[in-house]
């Protein structure tokens, strides 16, 4: 069974504060790992797509990194409107995706 | 271009009732995904069509069902609710292809059961 595990659950950064999010996964097969965005009363929206460890992808002040056991989502210098829920998941052997439980980004002007 | 359209955007029902949520995808996607967002809990997947057929369902009882229309749209039912049920249902289209798994997301039905 393909699990997804993202740490932490909740972050707090001050605007300008550079961090890293995590995303762990178990998966037989990994066939893609996906980063959404939350926010708060939507859908997720799609930011990045990795296939192979050592790819790494980027958007802004978003880079997405992937090795053969985790991911990181690292956010370079956030503002304010980077704050939402980060989502990471995998598409493993089953069909569709796992996703983990998030984290709740909070940047602070 | 419109994005994937979900209705209505809040339910209130007491249990036992039934619930009909409605999809609709983006123009050209044949895929559509259901999945559910309970409050402290990940996206957790219900069910996946494509071509009109039902592909794969996640880990639900029974009464969890859906179909899919030929013009592409979906709908999701949900029998006998529980209180449990309540939650955020998100609906998803994707392009042709099972590869494809660039989503792309409804804002959702926040179903209530009282």
């Known amino acids: 069974e393909d699990q997804v595990t993202q740490s932490p659950e909740a972050l707090r950064l001050q605007e300008g504060e550079s961090s890293s999010l995590n995303c762990s996964y178990t998966?037989?097969?990994?066939?893609?790992l996906f980063w959404y965005r939350q926010d708060p009363g939507k859908g997720p929206e799609f930011l990045f797509t990795l296939y192979s460890a050592g790819e790494e992808k980027e958007k802004e002040r978003l880079k997405a990194t992937l090795t053969k056991k985790e991911s990181f989502l690292h956010i370079t210098a956030p503002k304010p409107e980077d704050s939402a829920t980060y989502l990471c998941a995998v598409r493993g052997g089953a069909d569709g995706l796992t996703f983990g439980k998030g984290t709740h980004l909070i940047i602070q002007p | 271009e419109a994005g994937v359209t979900q209705s209505p955007t809040h339910l209130i029902k007491t249990r036992g009732q039934q619930a009909t949520l409605r999809c609709s995808p983006i123009?050209?996607?044949?895929?559509v995904y259901w999945y559910q967002q309970a409050l402290g809990l990940g996206l957790q997947f219900l069910l996946w069509?494509?071509?009109?057929?039902?592909?794969n369902r996640g880990n639900f009882p029974p009464r969890f069902s859906g179909r899919q229309f030929p013009n592409y749209s979906s709908e999701l039912n949900v029998n006998a609710l529980e209180l449990e049920d309540s939650a955020l249902y998100l609906c998803?289209?994707?392009?042709?292809?099972?590869?494809?798994?660039?989503?792309?997301f409804g804002s959702g039905t926040q179903l209530s059961v009282l």
């Open positions: 069509y494509d071509e009109g057929e039902e592909r």
């Open positions: 998966v037989s097969g990994l066939r893609g």
């Open positions: 998803a289209s994707s392009l042709p292809g099972s590869d494809n798994e660039k989503l792309f």
């Open positions: 123009s050209g996607h044949t895929s």
